[in-house]
């Protein structure tokens, strides 16, 4: 059964790091494209990061660039994302999501097949 599930969320002050991790079972993992979202009660899933197959195209939403890093093991069937600089507005929900065969710039979520239950991070100010 393919599974996604992430960790590492919490509770942080403003300006600390976060470093969440999502470890994928079930699935030949190399096959996918992998992506950070977010998501805010009422609002609409936000691309946060993405990385491909093989870590060679990286893509960042917005929010997310010069203080967040996505990267990825294809050994370990895990994909990282740092958050350094974080502020109150990063809080939200973070999900991990794969896509299948997907190349390039994926940043609709209707795209990727699989999810994670999510991780919640919240920063205070």
């Known amino acids: 059964q393919e599974q996604l599930v992430e960790s590492g969320g919490g509770l942080v002050q403003a300006g600390d790091s976060l470093r969440l991790s999502c470890a994928a079972s079930?699935?030949?993992?190399?096959?996918?494209?992998m992506g950070w979202f977010r998501q805010i009660p009422g609002k609409e899933r936000e691309f946060v990061a993405g990385?491909?197959?093989?870590?060679?195209?990286?893509y960042y939403g917005d929010s997310a660039k010069g203080r967040f890093t996505i990267s990825r093991d294809n050994a370990k069937k895990t994909v990282t994302l740092q958050m350094n600089s974080l502020k109150p507005e990063d809080s939200a929900v973070y999900l991990c999501?794969?896509?299948?065969?997907?190349?390039?710039?994926?940043?609709?979520?209707?795209?990727?097949?699989?999810w994670g239950q999510g991780t919640q991070v919240t920063v205070s100010s």
């Open positions: 999501a794969a896509c299948l065969w997907c190349t390039g710039y994926v940043p609709d979520p209707d795209k990727y097949k699989y």
């Open positions: 079930g699935l030949t993992f190399e096959y996918y494209a």
């Open positions: 990385i491909s197959r093989q870590s060679k195209l990286i």
